[in-house]
């Protein structure tokens, strides 16, 4: 089958597909072509002998260079736009499948200048989502300082005193969100990963499945700890969550986090090789309706089981495929995929969710994650 010619400008550091495409970390955008399946890149003086060592499967072009050409022949304006037309003509090319995403405004000036851009619906590299086992093995390092992070956390909570008004001392001074999510993030960053926006949510805080949570944090109280770190040397990411409580928890909320322990187990079940992703979610929101937690408004508020069982990791932290109601994904062996079913109910006083990584293989499924699940500590 014939490939078609591909076409990237943007920066490794934030676009997924151009650090898929590169294997590397470069701050600023530059371009990427694929032409008959060879794969080129575009580099300033600044990082072509990076490059050169570091993405050994690129032919690596001089910016400068061709800069210096262009100019030549007489171009008063060279930039990315003039640049592409140059290296297609010379290899015959007059257009190019692009990714939805692809900048507008040199999207249009390469169409002035008479190349072709098809866009691609979806993902553009197809083959990113099914993990190779050198990619399993750098997922799993990013998890582990998820892991290191979360432990941190825990530790501090367990090491908290509880006060009358049934605050949370952590060495003589009241715990807050904002102060336990530094001490993960911190660990994390030891590491050698990268963590924002940690989740540390405690009571009804944690019925909005992506508040990060502020304020101080009580006893007695479900506190949701997500954490999903970038690890700084490969860019793939990990994901966990645990909800634990310092403290006895109320009966109810024991309730819901043994039905939430429950539900994963279910899904790890149904997770296989050629399992549609949508019947995962549905025994999950089966069972829950089964048990009695209904999912809809309740007093102005979305309550119960109102987003997927799970999403794919990798490059980001949210790719295919999806495992929720409306997903049209099949899972394929290799794939990695999030299990965190939760449930959220204001009168219960918060909400419980537990995220687990589940490795599809063609026998069924692998859990990734090492750490235990408690819920008091």
Not at 247 to 259: D, M, N, P, T, W
Request: net charge positive; hydrophobic share 40%; aromatic share 8%.
């Amino acid at each position: 089958m014939k490939r078609e010619n591909l076409l990237l400008v943007a920066d490794s550091e934030r676009n997924a597909d151009m650090l898929y495409a590169v294997g590397m970390f470069v701050p600023d955008p530059f371009i990427y072509f694929q032409v008959h399946g060879i794969p080129y890149v575009v580099m300033s003086d600044l990082e072509i002998d990076r490059v050169r060592e570091e993405a050994r499967h690129c032919r690596v072009l001089s910016l400068s260079r061709i800069q210096r050409q262009l100019q030549k022949q007489g171009l008063k304006t060279v930039g990315f736009a003039q640049i592409i037309r140059h290296l297609f003509r010379e290899r015959g090319l007059k257009k190019a499948v692009v990714p939805h995403t692809f900048p507008f405004g040199l999207a249009i000036e390469l169409r002035k200048l008479k190349l072709k851009l098809k866009p691609r619906a979806g993902v553009f590299f197809p083959e990113r989502q099914v993990k190779s086992a050198a990619e399993i093995k750098k997922i799993s390092a990013a998890l582990m300082m998820a892991e290191v992070g979360l432990a941190e956390g825990i530790q501090a909570l367990k090491s908290c005193k509880i006060d009358r008004k049934r605050r949370l001392l952590y060495r003589s001074s009241p715990l807050t969100s904002e102060k336990l999510r530094a001490i993960v993030e911190t660990a994390i960053v030891q590491a050698g990963g990268h963590s924002s926006h940690t989740i540390v949510a405690g009571g009804r805080q944690g019925c909005d499945p992506h508040e990060r949570g502020h304020g101080l944090l009580r006893a007695n109280e479900p506190i949701i700890i997500d954490v999903f770190p970038r690890s700084q040397k490969t860019g793939y990411f990990g994901d966990i969550t645990r909800t634990v409580v310092r403290g006895r928890a109320s009966e109810a909320v024991r309730k819901l986090y043994h039905i939430i322990e429950r539900s994963q187990e279910i899904a790890f079940e149904a997770i296989h090789h050629n399992a549609p992703s949508r019947e995962v979610h549905r025994r999950i929101a089966d069972f829950f309706n089964r048990e009695g937690y209904k999912t809809g408004k309740h007093n102005g508020r979305m309550q119960g089981f109102f987003h997927g069982t799970g999403h794919g990791v990798g490059l980001d932290i949210h790719e295919g495929p999806r495992v929720g109601q409306h997903s049209t994904d099949t899972l394929k062996a290799g794939h990695v995929v999030t299990v965190e079913p939760g449930l959220y109910y204001w009168e219960l006083g918060g909400g419980v969710r537990l995220v687990d990584m589940a490795l599809v293989t063609t026998n069924g499924t692998r859990n990734l994650t090492k750490f235990e699940k408690v819920l008091e500590i």
